[in-house]
């Protein structure tokens, strides 16, 4: 028998209960021995639910419990998390966390103590909910040099687009909309903002070329600016739009960011829609590989986290390296990097002859639902000259909205 503990019994932490309780037989034979839940930690009252019975409100009777092999951290935040989980580390404790934020701030050191004391520090659950793009990357795809990830990595704000594309709806009513059906938090600023995605990409990142890449210095815009007029565009030019994450190896180093983008709808990611993520990989060996499946939820982010309480059982005297050291990633400042885009300027031909006076080499849209202003779909340049570009002629007209386009499919 092994014994476990949960930190935290929210929506992740009551899923990893339910899943380990109601497929504990599997959970057995794949895992080679039966596996106990002896603790769930939390700060509330369980009365009317089996789990009072393994109740705690001290997270010392964890830590000081030598029967306790693995520590299932789902609390959410950062700091109180990192202290827990540092301390089950050190007392050689395996730990298993759906935590992206506490991952992307403390990954390599958590990482480095746990192979310090011969355990597993496991976070498949951090990324893509219970798509096993971590575990793929770090043990399957180690004879590749990764060039790119894409993704989609963030299901609210992939159903918030979905939905504003097929029904035509605007963001505010959406999001209202995502909020009641519990897609969205009652705060959604994580999510629409694109810090969620943000700090996936990192983690991503910093698997896929083995440094660490500092959430903070990736560039990062949410979807708060798109309207109905930019999702006419978009059909208009055969698109769909989509929070994109994407980091890529290119010949002056690795470039990283979150932003809306114009997806051409023949690309494997323009059909995934409503609350469901997918990540591509490229490998120079063997080629696209596309990852999909329900990138959040109480009980496919929880069934990641029990696969990682199974690993670890399973290589319970055997630490398993990963590919991710302190050594910080330099990622290229945005200014350098090559960029498309489609920049929405208000005027008629007067404005438009002026435009491609300025945007050399592009091309001009317009649609039925805007008939005061015009698009430029630009060449590939620098993300720079594009800024002086659009900068220059918000002096003599209005520029309403630039969206990013996909310089070279995966």
């Known amino acids: 028998m092994v014994y476990i503990a949960i930190l935290g019994f929210g929506?992740?932490?009551?899923?990893?209960?339910?899943?380990?309780?109601?497929?504990?037989?599997?959970?057995?034979?794949k895992a080679g021995v039966?596996?106990?839940?002896?603790?769930?930690?939390?700060?509330?009252?369980?009365?009317?639910?089996?789990?009072?019975?393994?109740?705690?409100?001290?997270?010392?009777?964890?830590?000081?419990?030598?029967?306790?092999?693995?520590?299932?951290?789902?609390?959410?935040?950062v700091e109180v998390p990192y202290?827990?989980?540092?301390?089950?580390?050190?007392?050689?404790?395996?730990?298993?966390?759906?935590?992206?934020?506490?991952?992307?701030?403390?990954?390599?050191?958590?990482?480095?103590?746990?192979?310090?004391?011969?355990?597993?520090?496991?976070?498949?659950?951090?990324?893509?909910g219970?798509?096993?793009?971590?575990?793929?990357?770090?043990?399957?795809?180690?004879?590749?040099?990764?060039?790119?990830?894409?993704?989609?990595?963030?299901?609210?704000?992939?159903?918030?687009?979905?939905?504003?594309?097929?029904?035509?709806?605007?963001?505010e009513d959406v999001l209202k909309q995502a909020q009641e059906l519990g897609y969205a938090e009652k705060d959604p600023?994580?999510?629409?903002?694109?810090?969620?995605?943000?700090?996936?990409?990192?983690?991503?990142?910093?698997?896929?070329?083995?440094?660490?890449?500092?959430?903070?210095?990736?560039?990062?815009?949410?979807?708060?600016?798109?309207?109905?007029?930019?999702?006419?565009?978009?059909?208009?030019?055969?698109?769909?739009?989509?929070?994109?994450?994407?980091?890529?190896?290119?010949?002056?180093?690795?470039?990283?960011?979150?932003?809306?983008?114009l997806l051409p709808k023949e690309h494997p990611?323009?059909?995934?829609?409503?609350?469901?993520?997918?990540?591509?990989?490229?490998?120079?060996?063997v080629g696209d590989l596309m990852f999909y499946g329900s990138g959040a939820g109480s009980l496919p982010t929880a069934s990641a986290v029990v696969s990682d309480v199974v690993a670890a059982v399973r290589h319970h005297h055997i630490h398993v390296d990963v590919d991710w050291t302190a050594e910080k990633m330099e990622v290229l400042p945005k200014d350098h990097v090559a960029v498309k885009a489609l920049v929405r300027i208000v005027g008629g031909e007067e404005q438009q002859k002026k435009a491609l006076l300025a945007f050399k080499g592009g091309s001009i849209v317009t649609i039925e639902e805007a008939k005061d202003e015009f698009a430029v779909i630009t060449a590939v340049e620098t993300e720079k000259s594009l800024a002086d570009k659009i900068e220059l002629l918000s002096c003599e007209m209005k520029v309403r909205n630039r969206i990013r386009m996909e310089v070279a499919q995966l």
Do not use: W
């Not at 009072?52 to 959410?76: K, W």
């Not at 810090?195 to 560039?219: M, Q, V």
């Open 11 to 29: 929506t992740v932490g009551s899923g990893v209960y339910e899943v380990i309780t109601k497929n504990k037989d599997v959970i057995a034979r």
């Open 34 to 77: 039966d596996i106990a839940i002896k603790y769930v930690l939390d700060s509330k009252e369980f009365p009317n639910h089996a789990v009072s019975e393994v109740l705690t409100h001290d997270v010392n009777d964890i830590l000081e419990d030598e029967s306790i092999q693995v520590v299932v951290e789902v609390m959410g935040g």
């Open 83 to 128: 202290q827990f989980v540092k301390a089950a580390l050190e007392r050689g404790k395996h730990v298993a966390t759906s935590n992206k934020a506490l991952v992307a701030a403390h990954g390599p050191e958590l990482l480095r103590i746990a192979k310090e004391k011969n355990v597993n520090f496991l976070f498949e659950a951090s990324v893509g």
């Open 130 to 171: 219970g798509i096993p793009i971590l575990r793929s990357m770090n043990r399957c795809l180690t004879a590749d040099v990764i060039l790119e990830v894409m993704g989609i990595l963030n299901g609210t704000t992939n159903y918030i687009l979905t939905e504003m594309t097929e029904k035509g709806l605007a963001f």
């Open 189 to 261: 600023t994580a999510d629409i903002e694109g810090y969620d995605a943000c700090r996936k990409i990192a983690i991503l990142s910093s698997l896929a070329f083995g440094k660490t890449a500092d959430f903070e210095e990736i560039p990062t815009e949410g979807i708060t600016k798109i309207t109905k007029t930019d999702i006419c565009y978009a059909k208009r030019c055969n698109s769909v739009i989509k929070l994109v994450g994407i980091s890529k190896k290119t010949s002056e180093g690795i470039s990283a960011s979150v932003e809306p983008m």
């Open 269 to 285: 990611l323009a059909n995934v829609n409503g609350a469901f993520n997918a990540i591509l990989v490229k490998g120079n060996m």
